[in-house]
Each structure stands twice: as structure tokens, then as C-alpha cells.
């Protein structure tokens, strides 16, 4: 977990939660905690760094209860919840989790589902029993790993960051998302890669029904615009959270 900026005040703006995508970390967010110029907290999903758990068998709930309790040891007051592309699936029911505090959900090439599905069946409908193989192929053969652990572990092993990040998509990807408890009225915004190669426009249009996005803001950039853009992605980020802030997308 990296945390960056002073603990504001109610009024001096609200937090921003950052949750990495498949195969990263939270440093992955280094760059645009350094050019936001606002309170940041960015997370690590189960399975990585400090948080000790076999990365294959995350549960969705887990990675909710994992994160939330992080975000509430180092945070008060108005929070913005911000995912990238896998780390978007945990969003609705972190937000569920923490409450009224959360006043904005951002999805940056965040992947989706609506409530009660699965984004493999918005992903890839017609490969369900072929990657649910696959998945449990990878169980098997990645049991007990993590990606880049802080200091050794017993009992576990470490990956690396391209195998890590197909365990990721798939695993996270295959879970049931439940949007019980997130206000319909909170607002949320979509982050649309347009160099995105992972994510096809006609893909992009579904995560963004799926996630109810209100707005869409276009960033020319591949998949990951933490590195590949960290500068406008913080200015992103910092409009989303301006008081009265209108977004066109």
C-alpha cells in the first residue's frame, strides 16, 4: 500500500482509493500519486507484496474485505474509488463496503459487470467452459504464489508479472459482481483507452453499460495510462473530484 498527500479535511476534497489492474502492484500508480496533488491511497490486491495469499485463489469477497480494511486504517472522510482494468471488478462492492464515503467511482479501462453476471460472459461469451479450464489448469499449477512479496514467505512461491497478470484477468473475471448496496445516484466515469489493444471499442462501449457510467473521458493512450500517461491521468482524476465539476464525454 503507498500512501501519498496529508489526510484532508471535509473540505478540502476527498481521497482517491487506487486499486491496480491484472499482473501490477500499487506502485504501478507511483507516477500519478507524485502528479495529483491530493490525498492518494493506492492498494494491493491479495496475492502480491505484503498482502499473503495464493494469488490464484482470490476470491472476490476476499480482495473486497482486503481492501476496505486498508482504506479504512489509513483514510477518513469522502473517498473516489478509482480502478484499472481488473481492479475495476472489485469497485461495486468495495463501494458497498465503505459506504457513504465513496463519492465517485472512476473506471479506467475498468473491467465490468452488471449485477449478479460475470465480465468473462461480456468478455469472452462464447469461451466460458474453455477458460473455466483453463482457470482451474492454473490453480492447479500456481498454487501458493504470489507476485513480487516483500520478503520471503513460507510456503509460497514467486511469479512473475505476465504469468501474474493472466491468473488475474481470469480469476477476477470469472466471479460473480454484485452491485447490492451502491447508491444507482452515485456517480461514475469511465476512463476509454483509445491505443487500448486489450480492450476493442465495441468491448469498451459494453464495460461502460455495464458499469453505468454517466460520463466517458477519452485518453489517447494504450491500456494502462498510469504509465503511459500518468500526468493526464492525475489531471483527470483531480477535475473528477473539483466540487460541481461537469464532465463531457
Not at 68 to 90: F, I, K, M, N
Request: glycine share 8%; net charge negative.
Amino acid at each position: 500500500m503507498r500512501v501519498s498527500g496529508e489526510q484532508p479535511d471535509h473540505e478540502s476534497g476527498p481521497t482517491f482509493v487506487l486499486v491496480h489492474g491484472a499482473g501490477h502492484t500499487a506502485r504501478v500508480w507511483e507516477q500519478v500519486q507524485a502528479h495529483l496533488g491530493a490525498r492518494s491511497v493506492a492498494v494491493d490486491l491479495p496475492g502480491r507484496a505484503d498482502r499473503i495469499a495464493g494469488i490464484a485463489d482470490v476470491t472476490l469477497e476476499a480482495a473486497i474485505t482486503s481492501l476496505a480494511a486498508d482504506v479504512e486504517r489509513v483514510t477518513r472522510g469522502p473517498l473516489v474509488l478509482v480502478g484499472h482494468s481488473a481492479g475495476g471488478v472489485v469497485l461495486p462492492g468495495l463501494a458497498a463496503r465503505l459506504g457513504e464515503q465513496v463519492q465517485h467511482l472512476v473506471f479506467v479501462a475498468g473491467l465490468s459487470a452488471r449485477h449478479g453476471d460475470a465480465v468473462m460472459n461480456t468478455v469472452r461469451p462464447d469461451a466460458a467452459e474453455e477458460l473455466a479450464i483453463r482457470l482451474r489448469s492454473m490453480r492447479d499449477e500456481f498454487a501458493d504464489c504470489m507476485l513480487d512479496p516483500l520478503s520471503r514467505v513460507d510456503g509460497m512461491r514467486a511469479i512473475d508479472a505476465k504469468t501474474a497478470a493472466g491468473i488475474d484477468s481470469l480469476n477476477y473475471m470469472t466471479q460473480i459482481v454484485s452491485w447490492a448496496g451502491v447508491p444507482e445516484s452515485l456517480p461514475r466515469t469511465f476512463v476509454r483507452c483509445l491505443r487500448d489493444r486489450i480492450q476493442p471499442r465495441a468491448l469498451q462501449v459494453a464495460l461502460i453499460e455495464n458499469c453505468g457510467a454517466s460520463a466517458v473521458i477519452d485518453l489517447d493512450c494504450g491500456h494502462t495510462p498510469a504509465l503511459a500517461a500518468p500526468t493526464e491521468l492525475a489531471g483527470i482524476l483531480a477535475r473528477i473530484a473539483e466540487p460541481r465539476a461537469i464532465i463531457l464525454g
